[in-house]
């Protein structure tokens, strides 16, 4: 009967996490759906924007901004995007082994620092050995461009100051509910994109100049690539966290039908044995 009694609370406390990971695929569920519009919309305006800085910077000279002009130098920063919270799968561990696999094989000889954003990323890297430069946490409750502004001035600084070399920006890019990449992308120096071949490049007058448009507009792109690398982020954990919920929800339920299984067995058990013992004590006093 102890055994039966074991069930009984097994179930109840599996039943109770059953409900929890239910709720909170249901507001994963929600939060994506925000966050999924918000990446729709800046995605426009970001390729847009890039569309303009490639025709404006193919027609400027190569020293025209200190963010177009390539070193040699041996050290390189990494704005590392991860989230806040568990319970998301492998949402966290691939954006950090994808940063780390791209470390080794590509910037092994270099001087690593890195930006950390998000709790997990922190607790990750403050147990290795590269230089934390900044960190920034609890910020995806609700993502706002003045966080982009702020990891990208301070990225721009050490690039403008010689402190680092080059600057990448790592993230989760959002694909769909299901589906989501991590990928390390290049920030700064920003690359010079050539046409392709057979495209016309169209000559335009500007007002003011060609240099005078990419100071103003360089650093802008540079804040509105984070920004939108916070969004897609974002939205990737959403629909990451969504996931696990539910696989963790029906994981529950099968678990809830094994025990409930076994509980009956055992209560069947029970009881036969019981009978049993009432038929040979009867037969007994016979």
Not at 166 to 175: I, T
Not at 196 to 215: C, F, H, M, N, T
Request: proline share 3%; hydrophobic share 45%.
């Amino acid at each position: 009967m102890a055994k039966t009694q074991d069930l009984k609370r097994r179930i109840r406390s599996v039943r109770n996490t059953m409900q929890l990971t239910k709720a909170m695929k249901m507001v994963s569920a929600a939060k994506l759906r925000r966050a999924q519009e918000r990446i729709m919309n800046a995605r426009p305006y970001a390729h847009q924007t890039l569309a303009v800085l490639r025709s404006v910077a193919l027609r400027a000279e190569e020293d025209a901004h200190p963010l177009l002009q390539a070193r040699v130098g041996k050290k390189a920063h990494i704005i590392l995007i991860a989230g806040d919270k568990g319970l998301c799968g492998a949402f966290n561990s691939h954006i950090i082994r994808t940063a780390e696999e791209y470390v080794r094989e590509n910037l092994e000889s270099h001087e690593i620092s890195i930006t950390t954003v998000g709790k997990k990323s922190l607790q990750y890297f403050e147990r290795r050995d590269w230089e934390i430069k900044q960190s920034l946490v609890d910020i995806f409750r609700n993502v706002q461009f003045s966080h982009a502004e702020e990891i990208a001035t301070a990225a721009i600084e050490r690039f403008l100051s010689g402190e680092v070399d080059s600057v990448y920006v790592a993230y989760n890019e959002f694909k769909s509910a299901i589906q989501a990449s991590p990928i390390v992308h290049p920030l700064l120096p920003i690359q010079r994109i050539e046409p392709a071949e057979g495209d016309i490049a169209e000559d335009y007058i500007y007002e003011p100049s060609a240099d005078a448009l990419l100071k103003a507009l360089l650093p802008h792109y540079v804040r509105h690539l984070i920004f939108q690398a916070l969004l897609e982020s974002a939205g990737a954990e959403h629909a990451a966290r969504m996931t696990a919920m539910d696989s963790a929800t029906n994981n529950a339920s099968e678990l809830i039908d094994s025990l409930t299984l076994t509980m009956n067995r055992v209560r069947q058990a029970s009881i036969t044995t019981e009978i049993i013992e009432v038929v040979s004590g009867a037969e007994a006093l016979s």
